[in-house]
């Protein structure tokens, strides 16, 4: 089938046309022709106004496969990040059973080749994500894990975590940590301000994620290695990692694309959808975290979808698990961030910078390359309906709502889904 795609803005930073209003002609899945020619195609996109990237890559969602299907299995996964704009997906290790063993690692990449949306492993740092024992990173890494993590859980144990860093050197491994002291955090419901003190709900304090990103950031000085800090919340994280950064260290981190635009008052009607972990917080936080994906202190930016059954969810605040789905509402937060923040500048934390971490391949538009690609229509006005949620989850408070950013196509291996 041939496809042309008018006039979208190509932003990615190893094509010749980067930054470049061009047509593009895709065939059979491969990039046939980049230029201004109307080419002869079975199908034409309006592109105008829109971005093509590479195919955006999530670093971190939460499937229920194996273990806890009823929330999110790799099927429906697949659905909602096609939907979303993804062509690619890191899954984290916190199912049942834990991602640990080789077998734990192809059960989740085996149908990649002949996936749209190819799914990666992260495999788990310690057995269970317990953080008393090391797995088997090695024998993990080359069963094709991704990166190494206990995914939800921090990694707590300070001698495990620095054995952590010195043996992933063994291949140039990656650690990826959820920052947080479990002990300041017990019992938490919210983030610990005026406004937990109002609704009379026990604090999470920013000193629970900070001190951990201290902790492992002198972890890493000392013992060297490779570091990503995930789904950080704090404005002192982000100075504490920024001046990581200028010593020269191995560090990088990501936020989750709804942090740094909603606070911790919209907790006030104890809307469960809320709930997250970390927490919403105050104003200087997002404003701290928008500052730096400004600066590129923030590398990347996930969805952090975390599907949870309505019996979870649904229930008494201090009851209600964490959590929210994110993967198809995430570009509309990329329109949101895009008033403060280059959209472009967005699109590559989503489209290059994971791939970069994690040692692959970033997917270039230029003529008879592989298609791997995402058309990004920010100004698309859509409704985030019952019937457009292809999660089996529904923990979103963006359910019902009208939306401004949305994917309007993805590409991959051949495969194509377009919006209608």
Known sequence: ???????????NTSSPFHLKKKNVLIVNGRIAEIGDKNFQADKTIDANGMILSAGWLDLGAFVGDPGLEQREDLTSISKAAADGG???????????PVVQSKNDVSYITQANNN?????????????????????????????????????????????IFLKSLQYLQKFDGLLIDHPEDIWLDLFGQMHE???????????MPRIAEEICVS??????????????????????????????????????????????LFLDDELENFDTNFKTNPP??????????????EDGTIDVLCSSHLPVDDESKFLEFDHAEFGMINLQTFASHLTSI????????????????????????????????????TLFDPNREWKFSS??????????????????GKAVAVFNNGKVRIED
Request: proline share 4%; aromatic share 4%.
């Open 115 to 159: 996936r749209l949306v190819q799914i990666h492993a992260l495999a788990a740092v310690t057995k269970n994500c317990k953080g008393e024992e090391l797995t088997d990173m090695i024998d993990l890494h080359e069963a094709g894990a991704i990166a190494f993590t206990d995914g939800l859980k921090s990694i707590w144990h300070t001698d």
């Open 193 to 203: 301000g005026p406004n937990s003190t109002k609704l009379g709900l026990k604090g």
């Open 86 to 96: 993804f062509t690619e997906i890191v899954v984290l290790p916190n199912t049942q």
């Open 1 to 11: 089938m041939r496809i042309l795609l008018q006039s979208p803005r190509i932003v």
């Open 215 to 260: 902790r492992n950031i002198k972890l890493l000085e000392y013992a060297g290695g490779r570091l990503h800090f995930a789904r950080i919340s704090s404005g002192k994280s982000v100075n504490l990692i920024r001046a990581a950064k200028k010593k020269g260290l191995n560090v990088t981190c990501d936020v989750s694309s709804y942090q740094p």
């Open 280 to 293: 919403l917080r105050e104003q200087s936080d997002a404003d701290a975290l928008i500052k730096g994906l």
């Open 338 to 373: 895009g008033k403060e923040v280059k959209v472009e500048d967005l699109v590559l934390k989503v489209a290059e910078a994971p791939r970069q971490l994690l040692g692959l391949e970033i997917p270039k538009i230029d003529m008879d390359e592989k298609a791997n690609l």
């Open 387 to 404: 019937e457009e949620n292809l999660s089996k989850s529904k923990n979103s408070p963006w359910l019902g709502k009208e939306l401004k």
